[in-house]
């Protein structure tokens, strides 16, 4: 596509309910990472996919949360037993690749809100 | 630990007065610093920054990067409200995987 997709742009879900978030990276793009803004903070990040390599999973807050990108394309990052601290902004992002810097293109976010 | 600083947190301005706003990085294998404008939810791209000394300008808006010292300064001349953002540091890094540290972000306001 032309863009980062994200989706959904918001859900509101109650407390131990599980969730997942989608994002569809701009064509090509190899690289692809998720972070978290939770309100008036900076982006965290929480996982990085390059190509078929392993992902870095480093930034994963808990084992409640869990990523996949199938076919090098599509990602869907999965929070189990949501609790409300995991209300925040979650940021997609893609890059053409690693052996150059390149700049990272955002999608528009999925706000998740847990009651 | 990799980290990136941003400063001030916020900032109030008048509209044209001038900015300069800070960003200060420690990381293992420095790559690349890029600057981000969030007005909502999605970044949007300003600058990348991956040599000394090389201003980077962009209408009013320019930075640089300096790696002796480990920063880089973004400034916004003749300021306007359409400049209220936060602005947001982030730098490449290469320890043990390619990877974006972002700063907390300054919060400009420009009022009329």
């Known amino acids: 596509g032309a863009?980062?997709?994200?989706?959904?742009?918001?859900k509101v879900t109650e407390k131990g309910k599980d969730v997942e978030l989608r994002c569809d990276p701009i064509s090509g793009h190899t690289a692809l990472y998720w972070y978290r803004q939770s309100l008036g903070q900076g982006l965290e990040?929480?996982?990085y996919f390059q190509g078929n390599s392993a992902p870095d999973k480093s930034g994963l807050p808990s084992d409640r949360f869990s990523a996949e990108r199938t076919g090098g394309?599509?990602?869907t990052l999965t929070i189990q037993r949501t609790q409300q601290e995991d209300s925040a902004v979650y940021l997609c992002a893609s890059s053409a690749g690693t052996w150059y810097s390149g700049e990272l293109f955002f999608g528009e976010g999925s706000r998740l809100t847990v009651l | 630990e990799d980290k990136v600083v941003q400063s001030p947190l916020s900032l109030v301005v008048h509209e044209g007065d001038t900015v300069t706003?800070?960003?200060s990085y420690e990381v293992t294998n420095f790559r690349s610093l890029l600057w981000y404008k969030q007005e909502k939810k999605a970044p949007t791209f300003l600058f990348m920054l991956t040599s000394s000394g090389i201003e980077k300008k962009s209408g009013r808006l320019s930075s640089?990067?300096?790696?002796?010292e480990l920063f880089s300064i973004l400034n916004i001349t003749a300021t306007q409200t359409g400049d209220s953002a936060v602005y947001l540091c982030a730098v490449e890094a290469t320890s043990g995987t390619y990877k974006y540290i972002f700063g907390t972000g300054t919060r400009l306001k420009v009022l009329a």
């Not at chain 1, 863009?3 to 918001?10: A, C, L, W």
Request: with cysteine.
């Open chain 1, 3 to 10: 863009g980062v997709s994200q989706s959904p742009s918001n």
């Open chain 2, 64 to 68: 640089i990067l300096d790696k002796k």
């Open chain 2, 21 to 23: 706003l800070n960003c």
């Open chain 1, 45 to 47: 990040f929480l996982i």
């Open chain 1, 73 to 75: 394309s599509v990602s």
